[in-house]
């Protein structure tokens, strides 16, 4: 099996709120950390990949946010005239004026049309070896086959010609395990749970895309032992007059309601959220690589929790 940040393209996707940004931020980070240049793109349009980082908005000409490490957001205008250029030799211009509407036209008429030109940018960089590692912050995990399965939607479509070539070279570098692979962040949760599995079978069965990893975000401590949590439920349902709780409300001056309340969540929450773990260890492909990364308790998420994650990341991957 390829190491995960030995591939080459990295498209990762996940049910939306499970952090899946964070993960393609992190990882994209841990691998410019190992020596890697290294490209990330935001393909979903949020724009907020720079807040990662704590950098300038990024745009489609990317730029050097930290050392090794560009970063860039999709605009597939911007993907069309760059493609016009390379391939049909059409100089760079500000606006594509009736070609950009034609463009529209055919997109709208010939589904994929788009989706190769995103899928197609990255998979152009990977060709031409201009990075060691491309990480995609791709859509979400409802659009993401859709968008992996495009040339080989279009080349079922157009047989011969410029076309079919230029879909035969990105269908072998998607194919190619040691390339290219697909990370599905999920959390500890029924519902990304649910959407990781059918996911990860409609990979395999709709795509020629290998499935890397999985990545199970905010996952809660184990904050207690068996002992303590026995300790926890007799201070609670302990009988008599005093009780021990209104003991320790005197001894400390203030009610210990609220520290037993939330030691019994954290212990329902982490059993609850263990089910769902060992649903996902069970039913994902035989050999699927499954990380885990810790709730870091943040109510923002700048360069240090990034390289908090990318740490934990890397501790998961054995670097």
Do not use: C
């Not at 050097?64 to 760059?82: C, H, I, Q, R, Y």
Request: aromatic letters at 6%; charged letters at 25%.
């Amino acid at each position: 099996m390829t190491e995960l940040l030995d591939r080459k393209l990295l498209f990762v996707t996940g049910k939306g709120g499970v952090g899946k940004t964070t993960i393609a931020a992190s990882l994209a980070l841990l691998a410019a950390q190992q020596g890697k240049r290294t490209l990330v793109a935001e393909v979903d349009a949020k724009g907020n990949l720079a807040d990662f980082y704590e950098t300038g908005p990024t745009a489609f000409k990317e730029r050097e946010v930290l050392p090794g490490l560009f970063a860039m957001s999709m605009n597939t205008e911007d993907s069309l005239k760059e493609y016009l250029s390379l391939q049909l030799k059409i100089p760079l211009i500000a606006r594509i004026g009736p070609l950009a509407r034609t463009f529209d036209f055919v997109a709208n008429a010939a589904p994929g049309v788009k989706e190769i030109l995103t899928i197609g940018k990255f998979l152009w960089e990977v060709r031409e070896h201009h990075y060691d590692l491309v990480v995609v912050d791709s859509v979400a995990s409802g659009h993401i086959v859709g968008q992996l399965a495009a040339p080989q939607a279009i080349q079922e479509l157009v047989q011969v010609g410029m076309v079919k070539d230029q879909t035969g070279w990105m269908i072998d570098l998607l194919a190619d395990a040691r390339t290219t692979g697909a990370v599905i962040v999920a959390a500890p949760e029924e519902m990304p749970v649910n959407e990781t599995l059918e996911l990860a079978a409609k990979l395999q069965s709709d795509t020629v895309v290998d499935l890397a990893a999985v990545v199970v975000n905010r996952v809660l401590p184990e904050l207690f032992g068996r002992g303590e949590e026995e300790v926890f439920a007799d201070l609670v349902g302990h009988t008599g007059s005093p009780t021990p709780e209104e003991v320790l409300d005197r001894v400390l001056g203030t009610s210990v309601r609220p520290i037993l309340d939330g030691a019994q969540l954290a212990v329902t929450l982490r059993r609850t959220r263990g089910v769902h773990l060992a649903r996902l260890r069970e039913e994902l492909p035989v050999g699927t690589p499954l990380l885990y990364v810790p709730y870091l308790f943040q109510r923002s998420h700048g360069v240090r929790a990034t390289r908090q994650v990318a740490e934990h990341l890397a501790e998961e991957l054995g670097h």
